[in-house]
């Protein structure tokens, strides 16, 4: 009953002025209960449809909408009432104040995996090290990679990722940013992807693995179980198999004192540090919190 009306909703969403489709679009997206932020999420599509910013569109509310763009605005709407996250559709998402391509080939960027960089960030200038040598593991759309390497500009940067078409737009990415030239990717399975000269010469190993379990992938909203890839997600029974194997051979890549730093779930910071403090490489290891108050990101320091 809900879809029928949905249907019927949008075959009369034929207004003229820009604030009349965007109320419209507002109530299509309501209706189909699949945000919190309706309103916004019109006037970010409609901005996307007509290649403005969002100040210009709210400067434009009494304008004419033409019906070439008002149907092509209305089929963006439609794509995210079946629940496509915005992200998809709009073709972009910010990062550590950062814009980025991202497309279904990825993960989208999420706000707690900043934590992350800045974990990386506060290190390197604890350490003085500003023209750190960094690998990051699992790249995705390049959000991390390029984020360091515009945030930290003498750092030389290696990022790996199984899937070449996500290798593909981490490298779009980085040119749309302008720093391609210092970061090297790889396609490959973890560090199958990296060449044996490269063993022992990180000062740091950054990555955001896949870490949902098996038992919270099924509990996921279908926003993102049914649109992001799996692959990127699911690290197994209990969502650590990815950070098992990026421990085992993390001191074969740092550099001495060089440090690992992995994204995890917020209920798997005792299992991690446990599986981290077991393998005798690291020490000083470290839990910090995400702006949630979440444990987000488990680092370590390689002893050997």
Not at 93 to 104: L, S, Y
Not at 158 to 181: F, P
Not at 245 to 257: G, M
């Amino acid at each position: 009953m809900k879809a029928k009306a949905t249907a019927i909703s949008a075959e009369t969403m034929n207004a003229d002025r820009i604030i009349d489709s965007i109320m419209e679009a507002e109530t299509l997206l309501r209706d189909a209960r699949i945000t919190d932020i309706p309103r916004l999420e019109a006037e970010i599509l409609l901005a996307g449809t007509l290649g403005i910013g969002r100040s210009r569109l709210i400067a434009s509310y009494f304008d004419d909408l033409g019906g070439p763009e008002r149907n092509e605005y209305l089929s963006l709407v439609m794509r995210r009432t079946r629940g496509e996250p915005i992200a998809y559709i709009t073709g972009e998402k910010e990062f550590m104040g950062f814009a980025f391509h991202v497309d279904p080939r990825t993960l989208i960027p999420r706000p707690e995996t900043e934590t992350l960089v800045e974990q990386v960030l506060a290190t390197v200038r604890a350490d003085k090290c500003g023209n750190a040598r960094i690998l990051d593991i699992g790249t995705g759309c390049g959000c991390i990679a390029v984020s360091l390497a515009l945030l930290i500009p003498a750092a030389s940067i290696h990022a790996t990722d199984v899937s070449a078409g996500a290798i593909e737009l981490a490298r779009r990415n980085a040119g749309r940013h302008r720093v391609g030239a210092r970061i090297s990717f790889h396609v490959g399975d973890l560090y199958s992807a990296l060449p044996e000269s490269l063993k022992n010469s990180f000062d740091l190993i950054v990555s955001n693995p896949p870490y949902v379990s098996d038992t919270e992938y099924q509990s996921l909203d279908k926003t993102v179980r049914e649109f992001e890839p799996s692959i990127a997600l699911r690290g197994g029974n209990d969502g650590l198999d990815v950070f098992r194997a990026l421990v085992a051979r993390a001191s074969d890549y740092l550099d001495h004192h060089g440090w690992l730093a992995i994204e995890i779930g917020e209920h798997q910071s005792d299992n991690a540090a446990e599986i981290l403090e077991r393998t005798d490489s690291f020490s000083a290891t470290r839990l910090v919190r995400d702006l949630t108050g979440r444990q987000r990101v488990i680092m370590g320091m390689k002893t050997e």
